[in-house]
């Protein structure tokens, strides 16, 4: 069995510092992904025009990058083993 780490650290966004939970796997080498946990505790607001915001200052706008290449070395495509995996809710490929 192996355990895991969990620490609560700062991370500084535009000119808010957010505490979010990170979880750690020991003796691993991979990137860290900032998720709906993070999304959550920092209280951003996204919308479909590619903004974002802070909940408590709508007014202050920032627009939201997206990756735009796949040879970057933090992204990497993800691949299903089987079609077959999907249920019939979970929509298709």
Not at 30 to 54: H, M, P, R, S, Y
Request: hydrophobic share 40%.
């Amino acid at each position: 069995m192996e355990h895991v780490l969990v620490i609560h650290q700062d991370v500084v966004l535009q000119d808010h510092t957010i505490k979010t939970k990170f979880i750690v796997f020991p003796n691993t080498k991979n990137f860290t992904l900032l998720g709906i946990d993070f999304l959550q505790d920092a209280k951003l607001v996204l919308d479909i025009e590619g903004c974002w915001n802070f909940k408590d200052t709508p007014g202050n706008r920032f627009s939201l990058h997206y990756e735009t290449s796949m040879s970057s070395p933090c992204t990497a495509p993800v691949e299903l083993s089987s079609l077959e995996n999907l249920r019939p809710e979970e929509g298709t490929i």
